[in-house]
């Protein structure tokens, strides 16, 4: 079992920086690939990036590529996402969820453990 939090949403302005983390409860965190989705009003969920248990390998939706960093610190049970030059269109509730398939799962039907989200709102 894996519980997730999320934390560092907010308001910030376009071209700006947000940087989100993710705590996760276990001690089998390391073993876990650990991915961010996220769902803008009357949208579907969508895959932003995701991480291998060891951090060598990530992987990107183009949207955000060049712009959003995931790196995890397994000593800390912790996975982070670095959003940078951020646009009103990453305006979301950003989620991050925990994954024991694949090697760098990019659907959410691969995650088993979801956190309860944190809004990022970017304003124009």
């Known amino acids: 079992q894996v519980q997730l939090v999320e934390s560092g949403g907010g308001l910030v302005q376009v071209g700006g920086s947000l940087r989100l983390s993710c705590a996760a409860s276990g001690r089998t965190f390391s073993s876990y690939n650990m991915g961010w989705f996220r769902q803008a009003p009357g949208k579907e969920r969508e895959f932003v990036a995701v991480i291998n248990w060891s951090g060598g390998s990530t992987y990107y939706v183009d949207s955000v590529k060049g712009r959003f960093t995931i790196s995890r610190d397994n000593a800390k049970n912790t996975v982070y996402l670095q959003m940078n030059s951020l646009k009103p269109e990453d305006t979301a509730v950003y989620y991050c969820?925990?994954?024991?398939?694949?090697?760098?799962?990019?659907?959410?039907?691969?995650?088993?453990?979801w956190g309860q989200g944190t809004q990022v709102t970017v304003s124009s």
């Open positions: 969820a925990a994954s024991l398939r694949g090697t760098l799962p990019n659907v959410d039907a691969m995650y088993d453990y």
